[in-house]
């Protein structure tokens, strides 16, 4: 009976032991398991165009002001991003009756960028600007003005889904 006794509790022992020890182990092969899968999804990612939607909410009143100064001052730089490739597409929407005011929005710009990385990267525009807009102070000032306009702004990354795949 003592030798049943021992063998029952080194048995028990051993069990302990692996399971603490797989317990111990779980997170770090969790963590190289999602790393992999992580790295995967931004590689399959960066090959692929990537969209995100602008939405601005204008203050009542100033819709007209505001999409003037937008399309004198922010497209023309965005356009010349298309020219160095870096926009694949872009649209721009209103909606044709207004929402309740929590969810209203007034104008949505849509941008699909030649990947992800592209998208995400601090572009520097400097350059861009300096040229398209001589007068820098009265471009700065419209700028703002623009700016004040806006009751909200808000960027939305998009998934798009290829319904081929379903």
Not at 128 to 147: A, T, V, W
């Amino acid at each position: 009976m003592n030798r049943t006794l021992n063998k029952t509790l080194l048995t028990r022992r051993s069990i302990t032991f692996i399971i603490l020890a797989l317990a111990a182990l779980m997170p770090v092969m969790r963590q190289n398991v999602f790393a992999q899968s992580q790295s995967q999804q931004q590689k399959a990612a960066a090959a692929h165009p990537f969209t995100i939607e602008f939405y601005y909410k204008v203050k009542w009143g100033h819709f007209d002001e505001f999409l003037e100064l937008y399309k004198k001052n922010h497209y023309p730089i965005l356009l010349r991003q298309k020219k160095l490739g870096r926009i694949l597409e872009m649209s721009a929407a209103y909606p044709i009756n207004h929402a309740n005011e929590a969810a209203r929005w007034d104008f949505r710009f849509t941008i699909v960028y030649k990947d992800a990385a592209t998208a995400h990267e601090d572009f520097d525009d400097s350059a861009i600007i300096k040229e398209l807009y001589p007068n820098q102070e009265r471009f700065k000032k419209e700028e703002q003005r623009r700016f004040e306009l806006l009751l909200e702004h808000t960027d939305v990354p998009l998934v798009i889904e290829d319904f081929k795949k379903w």
